[in-house]
């Protein structure tokens, strides 16, 4: 489940326990708000990053055991003993989303991931009590790979927020100009860029999806299922030779066919 623009990837479905979905729902709100807060609408980052202020309030309300405006939160962090910090993170990226716009290189980029979208995946694995250091990583590596995906899928509505997420160094190194992206001007190079970006993501998505043989069950379908979700983008993408500026690449009915079916084959061993 990557943490801007959950729309690729399923949330809450019939595939997790009845048990845990209330948790999941409680999560997926609290990060589906804070998220909004930091993109949408027309507010100024004043007041985007009084906004988000409140909701580190809420958290530490909720820390606290005060009363507060989200009480589905509050009954699962307790419930389920979730790490609060890991909520702390996310709210620390969205405050960074409104005032970093540019990333240097690609492991400002991934750490700029940990906390804006490993939160979630860390949070499900506590959920599950299955949260051990292997298990981590890997989700640490899914996580941050549906993230990029979403960045590279999105280049074209990101330029128009003032944002550029692919790193200046690989600008550099392909010799693409952001005057280029400005115009969407699809060349040799540009093409170059993002197939280096697509793949390293897709070895990423791949590093990662080992996790869902070792949780098993409806779960391990789940993972899987939101892996092919990433793969699927990356492959969208790959199939307009980078176009991203034309038409945004999404996944229409056929590919959550194609998806629901690559899920429920053998993974490699």
């Not at 620390?92 to 990333?103: I, N, P």
């Not at 941050?144 to 160094?169: C, E, H, I, T």
């Not at 999806?209 to 790959?238: H, N, S, Y």
Request: hydrophobic letters at 45%.
């Amino acid at each position: 489940m990557s943490v801007g623009h959950y729309e690729n990837f399923p949330v809450a479905s019939w595939l997790m326990p009845a048990a845990l979905r209330p948790a999941v729902r409680a999560i997926y709100r609290f990060a589906r708000t804070a998220d909004d807060i930091a993109d949408e609408g027309d507010a100024a980052p004043a007041e985007r990053l009084a906004a988000l202020d409140a909701l580190r309030a809420q958290l530490q309300a909720i820390e606290a055991g005060a009363p507060s405006a989200w009480p589905d939160l509050a009954t699962a962090i307790s419930e389920h003993q979730l790490a609060l910090p890991l909520l702390h993170d996310l709210l620390s990226a969205f405050s960074q989303d409104v005032s970093t716009v540019r990333y240097a290189s690609f492991e400002l980029l991934l750490a700029y991931c940990r906390r804006s979208a490993n939160p979630i995946g860390r949070l499900l694995l506590q959920l599950f009590r299955r949260d051990e250091e292997k298990h981590l990583q890997q989700s640490d590596a899914i996580c941050s790979g549906l993230q990029l995906a979403n960045f590279w899928q999105d280049v074209a509505l990101d330029w128009r927020k003032g944002r550029v997420y692919l790193p200046q160094s690989d600008l550099t190194a392909f010799g693409v100009s952001e005057a280029q992206i400005a115009q969407g001007t699809v060349d040799e190079r540009w093409r170059s860029l993002m197939t280096f970006e697509v793949q390293r993501t897709r070895d990423l998505l791949h590093s990662g999806a080992p996790l869902a043989r070792a949780l098993g069950g409806r779960i391990g379908i789940e993972l899987r299922l939101v892996v092919q979700g990433g793969l699927r983008i990356l492959e969208r993408i790959d199939g307009v030779n980078g176009d991203v500026f034309s038409r945004r690449p999404t996944l229409s009915a056929c590919d959550w066919t194609l998806m629901g079916w690559r899920a429920l084959q053998p993974l490699p061993t």
